[in-house]
């Protein structure tokens, strides 16, 4: 039987003013279970605190309902006030009068007392329900995580760590200093910021309690109060902090430049940095940002930012050794590649792709001149011997990566000489061949055996003879038939036979009228090499259109500029021929149906189109296979007529021979052939070493997003020399090649996408041996009390305010550039500088409230600090220069509150600053200044004031990622995303998570004083929290009635908390198990149990109902 | 339909958010018609939709659920449910006879003292407008 209380506040006039309690308290009095009703005027205070303690005790009350103000209010409060007359805290319900009642209808007397009748009998329903909870104890672990390390954040974890406890501090940048470190100095005092802050930053570096980690982020956070357990993502420096001594030889090396962040774009840093001279940890940092673009897309995986990053810096030689890491064919491959990273680069969006692979020619051209000397050979630490089947660039690859890694390798190849296609199908004219040559000497030079004249096609012999695995990469250097009548007339050249010819030095004789069958780059080269050998009209006839030949289009371009004609959309039918010799080709012309296959348009006859061409000779060149009896017997095949092998090992179907290239690809690019004999030399290494060849294969590789161009000039990428078409008689190279100088400039056009390329050459001067390009980022996890999140402002970008001329002009800057430029550290060495032209600037002029009370912009607020900064700013500048004068135009101007603020503006004036009150209308340029226009408030009087510098002051604003942040810490933000404060006048620096606090501009704009003070706040409740024997954990957790849990376990399923696990009774069924210490009490479980099985104590289904049917 | 209907409104408030908003609304002193009568409850996600339904058996005209916005629920995933099972009820109500307009599911942050009275408001009015649910 329910004994209930009732208690009714007036709240001085707040309730009574718009409830009649008497006529509440008459109703309220004959409900049931109801023996008590008194009223007071203020319940919360002691006196009424002390009345319902002693009805309690002498109405033997054992439930009580208050009618009063939110329980989100006074709920704690009156829980103690039952608590102290002997009764369970969680035997009282209160029901909210005022919020929800008399303040929200002031002046409806009637309604309002029935409403509030309703809402004290809807407690009364309920209480009777309400069950007694005894809150467990729970042990707090006495360490604290705060996160941010800007003055707030720093403030709070000295105080922290100085009362005993151990904190870790979590900052995303490279160096905790936030914002403060960028002023020049801090307003009132003119104190230099950096002199009061860095000591506070060293003595967090050197501090005992303080477990610093910079350069990390949050990850997660679970738990409660006293028991928080956290993950934090350490990003890799890709340094060794423990071995780096600051010394900045690694930056000095580095060829990658940026602007820098901290000096907000007026300065420059390299990609291996420190962001200030003054930041803890004092340690460099590599910034990297994935794979660039060009990277991702050669299927070698080349690193052409690295070798154009030391192009650029004129360090061609190490540029070399950049891409002979990866492959041995600089001049190979920079002459005749496809090139896909080109398609890819970045700065094609600018302008141009940057001409990757002609600098990629340039080394090596450069290195021929100078004299190449011989490769040291490689120390052979392998006995297992490995044969590769082929010297064409899949053959030679897979061997110069195995030999590099120690092992024996022989390549054996049929042919007279080595190379492969590179030698017998491409033209002298575009890859000569002592740059081919000499490619392959080094090759040989660190130990490769190369056996010329040796077919293999007994792949037993070889394996007796010792070698323990086999590549085969021996292409495909069949030509294709047409199969068309008449082909095999003498006369008919099939493209890669009459290459081989011309490559091998054996004369070919043809006439002067030539047809070539074909759109690809087989067929292009026997047009240019017909074309040197003397012929006169040559066609090539393809049978799709422009668009879809798959010839490079420089090549196309080159071959019909030495006067190669070409005939789209036809293709040959029959050879005709006169006296056992060609004198004709019969074709037909087609037009384009539906796509194939390849995703090209299919070619479909025109019927009765047929005409005919005279011609002389007639070159196949529709396509390249394998020749099968060239090839070991026992091997598979695909329904192509490649060999199959498994697409991420390589291995073909007899263990331990390995197959890549055109062989297995059919006729593709260079460049795929070197990836894939790349691939195979991992497969083999790790063949013979008897380890997973599969693991971890393919490699994704992650392109980097987002790669900014902003303040990019367009600049024309260098054109290619070429030889003059008058002297393009013999086989001479066509394409010339960059000089020195162009390809200085060429490389300079390079966006460095990855930032860091990768070069390696900071690990060259690294003395400490400090660098580790191949770090991971690592997880920690912490198991933390109490948590302060102190995460700060972001910066407005002020090139927004285009209005202002932000963006527009270069001598409009934002308040913390000019900051920057005063500061002796700075990018301007302490000089304030016109951005335009270097000079000193005389007139300067201050916009106020850029951004802020401003509600298109977003930030309706005042930001607080800028009217004290703009009269910082314009006392420093007179001092910086005493010629200079500024105006301060603005809205309105305070110096709020604080000590000496005010009188800080009036010493602005004093020291010579115009205080204007206006509104800007424009921003314009006139004779190399800038004129600023507008007019007076209550005057209205027009003004313009010419000015050689305008500054915008730029409000705070919270960081971009500030709401995602939040979510994972569970904490609350409003809508213009900054922490909301537990009750923004009484507790601001708590919130409504019990253990976390807030502090800083992560919560609202402040200064450096308030920052400060509110970090020692947050560190107080923390340290209170911390000095109690334990807390109570909240008992409004869920429970399972086991008698009624069916085990569907769906309840498992919706836990946000992961707080039920499965558990299997003595009777062997399984029912639900909730762990208490993870249940945050929310009831989504509650809902989903379809048989009602689990109750939510506090909320129980009955509790509820009860409101329910009251109401 | 009596010229003085008064809708009788039950709002399910969840205690971190929404609740807080309904606070803030009347320590702003804004006004907002008294039909409503709050049940608290930890999260919007512990509302059973049958507890709705009963809510209009007992005789409600129009329910609220609300909650954290979408992303910002105390309990994380709580709302997301919450969504989910209105969305389903949602259809059911017009086979039991239930004008779906009578249940509203809206989201209110803490700070939302002015939307919440707006929502109360117009709610209100639109029940108003729908007249008195006959019995179910």
């Given at each position: 039987?329910?004994?209930?209380?009732?208690?009714?506040?007036h709240?001085?006039?707040?309730?009574?003013?718009?409830v009649?309690?008497?006529?509440?308290?008459?109703?309220v009095?004959?409900?049931?279970?109801?023996?008590?009703?008194?009223?007071?005027?203020?319940?919360?205070?002691?006196?009424?605190q002390a009345?319902i303690?002693?009805?309690?005790?002498?109405?033997?009350?054992n439930?009580v309902?208050i009618?009063?103000?939110?329980p989100?209010?006074?709920?704690?409060?009156?829980?103690?006030?039952?608590?102290?007359?002997?009764?369970?805290?969680?035997?009282?319900?209160?029901?909210?009068?005022r919020?929800?009642?008399?303040w929200?209808?002031?002046?409806?007397?009637?309604?309002?007392?029935?409403k509030?009748i309703?809402l004290?009998r809807?407690a009364?329903?309920r209480?009777a329900?309400?069950?007694?909870?005894?809150?467990?104890?729970v042990?707090?672990?006495?360490?604290?995580?705060?996160?941010?390390?800007?003055?707030?954040?720093?403030?709070?974890?000295?105080?922290?760590?100085?009362?005993?406890y151990?904190?870790?501090?979590?900052?995303?940048?490279?160096?905790?200093g936030?914002?403060?470190?960028?002023?020049?100095?801090?307003?009132p005092?003119?104190?230099?910021?950096?002199?009061?802050?860095?000591p506070k930053?060293?003595?967090v570096?050197?501090?005992?309690?303080?477990?610093?980690?910079?350069?990390?982020?949050?990850?997660?956070?679970?738990?409660?109060?006293?028991?928080f357990r956290?993950?934090?993502k350490?990003?890799s420096?890709?340094?060794?902090?423990s071995?780096?001594t600051?010394?900045?030889?690694c930056a000095?090396?580095?060829?990658?430049e940026?602007?820098?962040?901290f000096?907000?774009?007026?300065?420059?840093r390299?990609?291996?940095?420190?962001?200030?001279?003054?930041?803890?940890?004092?340690?460099?940092?590599?910034?990297?940002?994935?794979?660039p673009p060009?990277?991702?897309?050669?299927?070698?995986?080349?690193?052409?930012?690295?070798y154009?990053?030391?192009?650029s810096?004129?360090k061609?030689?190490?540029?070399l050794?950049?891409?002979?890491r990866t492959m041995p064919?600089?001049?190979?491959?920079?002459?005749?590649?496809?090139?896909?990273?080109?398609?890819?680069?970045?700065?094609?969006?600018v302008?141009q792709?940057?001409?990757?692979?002609?600098?990629?020619?340039?080394?090596?051209?450069?290195?021929?001149?100078?004299?190449?000397e011989?490769?040291?050979?490689?120390?052979?630490?392998?006995?297992?011997k490995?044969?590769?089947v082929?010297?064409?660039p899949?053959?030679?690859?897979?061997?110069?990566?195995?030999?590099?890694?120690?092992?024996?390798?022989?390549?054996?190849?049929?042919a007279p000489?080595?190379?492969?296609?590179?030698?017998?199908?491409i033209?002298?004219?575009r890859?000569?061949?002592?740059v081919l040559?000499?490619?392959?000497?080094?090759?040989?030079?660190l130990?490769?055996e190369?056996?010329?004249?040796?077919?293999?096609?007994?792949l037993?012999?070889?394996?007796?003879?010792?070698?323990k695995?086999?590549?085969l990469g021996?292409?495909?250097?069949?030509?294709?038939?047409?199969?068309?009548p008449?082909e095999?007339?003498?006369?008919?050249l099939?493209s890669?036979?009459?290459?081989?010819?011309v490559?091998?030095?054996v004369?070919?004789?043809?006439?002067?009228?030539?047809?070539?069958?074909?759109?690809?780059?087989a067929?292009?080269?026997?047009?240019r090499?017909?074309?040197?050998?003397?012929?006169?009209?040559?066609?090539?006839?393809?049978?799709?259109s422009?668009?879809?030949?798959?010839?490079?289009?420089?090549?196309?371009?080159?071959?019909?500029?030495?006067?190669v004609?070409?005939?789209?959309?036809?293709?040959?039918?029959?050879?005709?021929?006169?006296?056992?010799?060609?004198?004709?080709?019969?074709?037909?012309?087609?037009?384009?149906?539906?796509?194939?296959?390849?995703?090209?348009?299919?070619?479909?006859?025109?019927?009765?189109?047929e005409f005919?061409?005279?011609?002389?000779?007639?070159?196949?060149?529709i396509?390249?296979?394998?020749?099968?009896?060239?090839?070991p017997?026992g091997?598979?095949?695909?329904?192509?007529?490649?060999?199959?092998?498994?697409?991420?090992t390589l291995?073909?179907?007899?263990?331990?021979?390995?197959?890549?290239?055109?062989?297995v690809?059919?006729?593709?690019?260079?460049?795929?052939?070197?990836?894939?004999g790349?691939?195979?030399?991992?497969?083999?290494?790790?063949?013979?070493k008897?380890?997973?060849?599969?693991?971890g294969?393919?490699?994704?590789?992650e392109?980097?997003?987002?790669?900014?161009?902003?303040?990019?000039?367009?600049?024309e990428?260098?054109?290619?020399?070429?030889?003059?078409l008058?002297?393009?008689?013999?086989?001479?190279?066509?394409?010339?090649?960059?000089?020195?100088k162009?390809?200085?400039e060429?490389?300079?056009?390079?966006?460095?996408c990855?930032?860091?390329?990768?070069?390696?050459?900071?690990?060259?001067?690294?003395?400490a041996?400090?660098?580790d390009?191949?770090m991971?980022?690592?997880?920690?996890?912490?198991?933390?009390?109490?948590?302060v999140?102190?995460?700060?402002?972001?910066?407005?970008?002020?090139?927004?305010f285009?209005?202002?001329?932000?963006?527009?002009?270069?001598?409009?800057?934002?308040?913390?550039q000019?900051?920057?430029?005063?500061?002796?550290?700075?990018?301007?060495g302490?000089?304030?500088?016109?951005?335009s032209?270097?000079?000193?600037?005389?007139?300067?002029?201050?916009?106020?409230?850029?951004?802020?009370?401003?509600e298109?912009t977003?930030?309706?607020?005042?930001?607080?600090?800028?009217?004290?900064?703009?009269?910082?700013e314009?006392?420093?500048?007179?001092?910086h220069?005493?010629?200079?004068?500024s105006?301060?135009?603005?809205?309105?101007?305070?110096g709020?509150?604080?000590k000496?603020?005010?009188?800080?503006?009036?010493?602005?004036e004093?020291?010579?600053t115009?205080?204007?009150?206006?509104?800007i209308?424009?921003?314009?340029?006139q004779?190399g200044?800038?004129l600023?226009?507008?007019?007076?408030f209550?005057?209205?009087?027009?003004?313009n004031?010419?000015?050689?510098?305008?500054?915008?002051?730029?409000?705070?604003?919270?960081n971009?990622?500030?709401?995602?942040?939040?979510?994972?810490?569970?904490?609350s933000?409003?809508?213009k995303?900054?922490?909301?404060q537990?009750?923004?006048?009484?507790?601001?620096?708590?919130?409504a998570?019990?253990?976390i606090?807030?502090?800083?501009?992560?919560?609202a704009?402040?200064?450096?004083?308030?920052?400060?003070?509110?970090g020692?706040?947050?560190?107080?409740?923390v340290?209170k929290?911390?000095?109690?024997?334990?807390?109570?954990a909240?008992?409004?957790?869920?429970?399972?009635?086991?008698?009624r849990?069916?085990?569907?376990l769906?309840?498992?399923?919706?836990?946000?908390?992961q707080?039920?696990?499965?558990?299997?009774?003595?009777?062997?069924?399984?029912?639900a198990?909730?762990?208490?210490?993870?249940?945050?009490g929310?009831?989504?479980c509650v809902?989903?149990?379809?048989?009602?099985?689990?109750?939510?104590?506090g909320?129980?289904?009955?509790?509820?109902l009860?409101?329910?049917?009251?109401? | 339909m009596?010229?003085?209907?008064q809708?009788k409104?039950?709002?399910?408030?969840c205690n971190?958010?929404?609740?807080?908003?309904?606070?803030?609304?009347g320590?702003?002193?804004?006004?907002?018609p008294?039909?409503?009568r709050?049940?608290?409850?930890p999260?919007?996600?512990?509302?059973?939709?049958l507890?709705?339904?009963?809510?209009?058996?007992?005789?409600?005209?129009g329910?609220?659920?609300?909650g954290?916005?979408?992303?910002?629920?105390?309990?994380?995933?709580?709302?997301?449910?919450?969504r989910?099972?209105?969305a389903?009820?949602?259809e059911?109500?017009?086979?039991?006879?239930i004008?779906k307009?009578r249940?509203?599911?809206?989201?209110?942050?803490?700070?939302?003292?002015?939307?919440?009275?707006?929502?109360?408001?117009?709610?209100?009015?639109?029940l108003t407008?729908l007249g008195?649910r006959?019995?179910?």
């Amino acid at each position: 039987m329910a004994r209930i209380g009732v208690f009714l506040c007036h709240c001085g006039s707040n309730i009574a003013g718009a409830v009649n309690i008497s006529e509440v308290a008459e109703t309220v009095r004959k409900l049931p279970q109801v023996v008590h009703v008194e009223d007071n005027k203020f319940t919360c205070s002691d006196p009424g605190q002390a009345a319902i303690q002693k009805a309690i005790t002498e109405h033997k009350l054992n439930r009580v309902v208050i009618g009063a103000c939110s329980p989100r209010m006074h709920e704690t409060t009156f829980r103690r006030t039952v608590a102290g007359a002997g009764l369970n805290p969680y035997l009282l319900e209160i029901a909210n009068i005022r919020e929800h009642c008399s303040w929200v209808h002031p002046d409806q007397v009637e309604l309002a007392t029935a409403k509030a009748i309703d809402l004290v009998r809807r407690a009364v329903a309920r209480v009777a329900w309400q069950e007694p909870l005894t809150p467990k104890q729970v042990g707090i672990t006495r360490r604290a995580l705060v996160i941010g390390g800007g003055i707030a954040g720093i403030q709070a974890s000295l105080d922290i760590a100085d009362a005993g406890y151990e904190v870790v501090l979590v900052e995303r940048e490279p160096s905790i200093g936030g914002h403060m470190a960028q002023l020049d100095k801090t307003f009132p005092t003119l104190d230099c910021s950096a002199c009061i802050l860095t000591p506070k930053m060293t003595m967090v570096g050197q501090h005992a309690n303080i477990k610093l980690m910079s350069y990390s982020e949050l990850e997660d956070i679970s738990g409660y109060i006293g028991n928080f357990r956290v993950r934090i993502k350490n990003k890799s420096r890709y340094i060794d902090v423990s071995k780096c001594t600051g010394c900045g030889e690694c930056a000095k090396a580095c060829p990658v430049e940026l602007n820098s962040e901290f000096d907000l774009n007026l300065g420059r840093r390299k990609a291996i940095y420190i962001p200030f001279p003054q930041a803890i940890p004092n340690k460099y940092t590599i910034d990297k940002r994935g794979y660039p673009p060009c990277r991702v897309a050669c299927p070698a995986g080349v690193n052409a930012q690295g070798y154009i990053a030391l192009i650029s810096q004129g360090k061609f030689n190490e540029a070399l050794e950049v891409l002979r890491r990866t492959m041995p064919f600089a001049g190979v491959c920079g002459r005749v590649c496809t090139h896909p990273c080109e398609q890819e680069c970045e700065r094609g969006k600018v302008d141009q792709p940057v001409a990757i692979r002609t600098l990629k020619r340039f080394m090596a051209d450069y290195e021929l001149k100078a004299g190449r000397e011989k490769a040291t050979p490689v120390e052979r630490t392998k006995e297992e011997k490995v044969a590769i089947v082929g010297s064409g660039p899949a053959g030679l690859a897979c061997a110069y990566d195995l030999v590099r890694q120690g092992y024996p390798v022989t390549v054996f190849e049929s042919a007279p000489e080595a190379g492969g296609l590179l030698r017998y199908g491409i033209p002298e004219y575009r890859l000569p061949k002592e740059v081919l040559s000499s490619e392959i000497s080094y090759i040989q030079e660190l130990g490769v055996e190369i056996k010329t004249n040796t077919p293999v096609k007994n792949l037993t012999k070889i394996f007796n003879e010792g070698y323990k695995a086999v590549f085969l990469g021996t292409g495909a250097g069949i030509s294709q038939k047409m199969g068309i009548p008449g082909e095999n007339t003498p006369g008919v050249l099939h493209s890669l036979d009459f290459l081989r010819q011309v490559n091998a030095g054996v004369k070919v004789n043809l006439g002067s009228k030539v047809a070539i069958s074909g759109g690809g780059n087989a067929a292009v080269d026997a047009a240019r090499v017909a074309r040197r050998l003397g012929a006169n009209e040559i066609t090539v006839v393809y049978r799709r259109s422009r668009d879809e030949m798959p010839a490079i289009p420089s090549e196309i371009e080159e071959m019909e500029r030495e006067g190669v004609k070409i005939q789209f959309l036809a293709a040959p039918v029959k050879v005709l021929s006169k006296e056992s010799r060609v004198n004709g080709m019969q074709c037909i012309r087609m037009e384009l149906g539906e796509p194939d296959a390849s995703g090209r348009r299919r070619p479909v006859p025109i019927k009765g189109s047929e005409f005919t061409m005279d011609v002389d000779n007639v070159i196949i060149a529709i396509g390249q296979g394998l020749d099968k009896a060239m090839l070991p017997e026992g091997l598979a095949y695909t329904n192509w007529g490649t060999l199959t092998v498994d697409p991420v090992t390589l291995q073909t179907n007899i263990d331990g021979v390995f197959a890549g290239g055109d062989v297995v690809s059919g006729p593709a690019d260079i460049i795929s052939a070197v990836a894939a004999g790349k691939e195979a030399a991992i497969s083999v290494d790790r063949y013979l070493k008897g380890i997973d060849m599969k693991e971890g294969r393919p490699e994704t590789r992650e392109k980097v997003k987002d790669v900014p161009k902003e303040g990019v000039v367009k600049k024309e990428r260098a054109a290619m020399p070429t030889l003059e078409l008058g002297e393009r008689k013999g086989f001479d190279e066509v394409e010339l090649g960059f000089d020195e100088k162009t390809a200085v400039e060429e490389a300079k056009r390079c966006l460095n996408c990855a930032v860091c390329s990768e070069c390696l050459e900071c690990e060259k001067v690294c003395e400490a041996e400090a660098i580790d390009h191949e770090m991971q980022d690592k997880i920690s996890e912490e198991d933390v009390g109490a948590i302060v999140v102190a995460t700060g402002a972001g910066v407005l970008d002020h090139t927004q305010f285009s209005i202002y001329g932000g963006g527009v002009y270069p001598d409009v800057v934002s308040s913390l550039q000019l900051e920057r430029m005063m500061n002796a550290a700075g990018p301007t060495g302490g000089e304030v500088l016109r951005p335009s032209n270097g000079a000193h600037p005389k007139e300067i002029v201050f916009i106020s409230c850029v951004g802020s009370r401003d509600e298109r912009t977003g930030s309706g607020y005042c930001s607080k600090v800028c009217c004290m900064y703009m009269a910082k700013e314009a006392i420093m500048l007179k001092e910086h220069d005493p010629e200079a004068h500024s105006y301060i135009i603005y809205t309105d101007a305070r110096g709020p509150g604080g000590k000496i603020f005010e009188d800080f503006l009036t010493r602005a004036e004093e020291a010579g600053t115009t205080y204007m009150r206006g509104q800007i209308d424009s921003v314009s340029q006139q004779d190399g200044r800038l004129l600023i226009s507008g007019q007076g408030f209550f005057t209205n009087e027009k003004f313009n004031i010419p000015a050689d510098l305008v500054v915008l002051a730029t409000g705070l604003m919270p960081n971009e990622d500030a709401s995602k942040l939040f979510q994972t810490i569970h904490v609350s933000y409003d809508a213009k995303n900054y922490l909301l404060q537990a009750h923004p006048k009484l507790r601001p620096v708590e919130t409504a998570m019990d253990g976390i606090f807030i502090a800083g501009c992560a919560v609202a704009p402040t200064d450096v004083p308030e920052s400060v003070t509110q970090g020692s706040a947050a560190a107080e409740y923390v340290l209170k929290l911390f000095s109690q024997e334990a807390i109570e954990a909240e008992p409004m957790t869920s429970i399972v009635d086991i008698a009624r849990c069916a085990g569907c376990l769906l309840c498992r399923q919706v836990c946000p908390f992961q707080a039920i696990e499965a558990e299997t009774l003595r009777d062997g069924r399984t029912v639900a198990s909730i762990n208490e210490s993870l249940c945050k009490g929310c009831g989504i479980c509650v809902v989903a149990c379809r048989p009602g099985a689990i109750k939510l104590r506090g909320f129980g289904d009955q509790q509820v109902l009860a409101e329910v049917m009251a109401l | 339909m009596s010229v003085e209907y008064q809708p009788k409104v039950i709002g399910f408030l969840c205690n971190w958010c929404s609740y807080a908003g309904a606070d803030m609304a009347g320590t702003s002193r804004m006004g907002y018609p008294q039909n409503i009568r709050i049940i608290r409850v930890p999260c919007s996600g512990r509302v059973d939709p049958l507890l709705v339904l009963k809510c209009f058996q007992r005789g409600a005209d129009g329910v609220l659920v609300s909650g954290c916005h979408p992303g910002d629920c105390h309990y994380t995933e709580g709302n997301y449910h919450t969504r989910r099972r209105f969305a389903l009820l949602r259809e059911f109500l017009d086979y039991l006879g239930i004008a779906k307009e009578r249940l509203k599911v809206e989201w209110v942050s803490a700070s939302e003292g002015q939307r919440f009275a707006e929502l109360v408001s117009d709610f209100t009015a639109e029940l108003t407008k729908l007249g008195p649910r006959s019995k179910v």
